[in-house]
């Protein structure tokens, strides 16, 4: 079963095993695609891509910085993405990637915590860079604008041209330090221990995720999702590592992401479950009209995917779906196929890394079937991590077991299944009752009028809080009471009556992530005021 797939592979690697990074392919096959951009065919090939990463990695040497030390890039979805990140990856350097949607206060904060001393940009986001100039101490001495010029920042192509296109003499394994979404604060750097391995000796879990998917140097990898986020950055590394070739797009397009399929025969892709929902409510000439019988792996992760979504895809694509439940914080990993699926519908796997404990309130076990708070024993795993200058949230993401949470809530089945309710955080507590509205929002999603939802509490002076709906129609003219009155009815004939929603409002578009996270927060504060949730921090 795929989900045994654990780190006895560490004992288990070969020569060939600790090879891995895009070194030997560039001189294998140095005209090999490395990375195509779909919308624009734009291609690196593999020598592209380890000349350009080698340039950089000469600069960021000569300029002082040595392994453990910090480099920053503001960059969208092009080829020029991977070189940065590589050139920080052979040097044993730590790499963020900072959402390009932040601004320049957000990307300021960003630049100083990680303790970044190189700043790259973008001409793509020139004038958030000109804004942040004022604002980046004098630690941050070397900054670079790609593809243009502007006061107090070097062109970048001008700079690493100076370079010659060949290692560096002492070439180590870095590691990406990203950030968390920031839904209810100031984003957190999830930062892992660097062990002086050398370049191309891969994490072990390269290797677990190789034998679970079938990644290999003939891999066609499509992940239409922004690169600055954590599962496309490292697996499309992960797929550099092997020899591949990485299809990229600019932003999300539900046919155009079909099509992309069809024209590059993907083999493997990755997709958060919004994307799903957005590319079966095309219309079905539209959806039949592309060849997707390439695929062999479909991966989809970041947020709980409806059932009967899930259930639509398989029948769609075939039994291709994969579904994995991590975070960035690399804590623990579950995996579950589309046959375990279908045998245990709902479940997001069985876990790779060691077992997975369900704790109440008290840190007490939570008997089977019973929901609680999800910890992960480590089990050996290399994956050690903390938040960045934030020694408190790092005590409070371990216990004395040494084991690990993000929060998330769920139960096990007697099969050692995991299933997720929802956050924490997002929990609804209605007259002493617990609500978990990932279910009413799973369901509403599902109404083939609805393209979104989000379910909260809002403030209730008999009960506490009450289920809350905003929902984002398919076609904002149904937006409406009577429209309202057939939602909430939709809802108890499928849920028990208190985990429904007793008002439901409309909005044109919901303000997710591109990574498919639900920016939650923003819509419970406008219904909160100056009122305080007994449960959100």
Known sequence: MLTQVNYRLQQNRTEEDTAMWPGPHAESTPDKAAVIVADTGETLTYKELDDGSNRLAQLLHDVGLRWGDHIAFVHGNDTRFHELCWAAQRSGLYYTAINWHFNADEVAYIVENCDATVLIVSDEFREMAAELTPMLDDEVATRLLIGGALDGWENYEDAVSRYPAKPIDHELEGHAMLYSSGTTGRPKGVKYKLTREPVGNAPVMVEAFRHLYGFDDTSVYLHP????????????????????????????????????????????????????????????????????????????????????????????????????????????????????????????????????????????????????????????????????????????????????????????????????????????????????????????????????????????DEMGEEVKAVVQPLDMTDAGEEFERELIAYCRENLAHYKCPRSVDFEAELPRHDTGKLYKRLLRDRYWGDNESRIMS
Request: glycine share 10%; proline share 6%.
């Open 225 to 460: 999702a922004p690169l600055y986020h954590s599962a496309p950055l490292q697996f499309t590394m992960l797929a550099l590592r092997l020899g591949g070739t990485v299809i990229i797009t600019r932003g999300f397009d539900p046919e155009g992401a079909l099509q992309a399929i069809e024209e590059y025969g993907v083999t493997h892709s990755q997709w958060v479950p919004t994307m799903f929902v957005r590319m079966l409510k095309l219309p079905e000439d539209v959806r039949n009209r592309y060849d997707v019988s390439s695929l062999q792996v479909a991966i989809h992760a970041a947020a709980p995917c409806p059932v009967e979504i899930k259930r639509a895809m398989i029948e769609w694509w075939g039994p291709v779906l994969h579904e994995y439940y991590a975070a960035t914080e690399g804590i623990g990993a579950t995996f579950i196929n589309s046959e375990e699926w279908l045998e245990h519908p709902g479940s997001v796997g069985t876990s790779m890394l060691g077992p997975v404990h369900i704790l109440d309130e008290d840190g007490n076990e939570v008997p089977t079937g019973d929901i609680g708070v999800v910890w992960f024993e480590g089990s050996g795993s290399p994956l050690s991590f903390e938040y960045h200058k934030d020694e408190e949230q790092t005590k409070e993401s371990h216990d004395t077991h040494g084991w690990a949470t993000t929060f998330d809530m769920g139960y096990v089945d007697e099969d050692g299944y995991l299933y997720l309710t929802d956050r924490k955080t997002f929990m609804i507590i209605s007259g002493g009752v617990n609500i978990y509205p990932q279910e009413a929002e799973n369901l509403l999603v599902e109404h083939p009028k609805v393209m979104d939802a989000a379910v909260f509490g809002v403030p209730n």
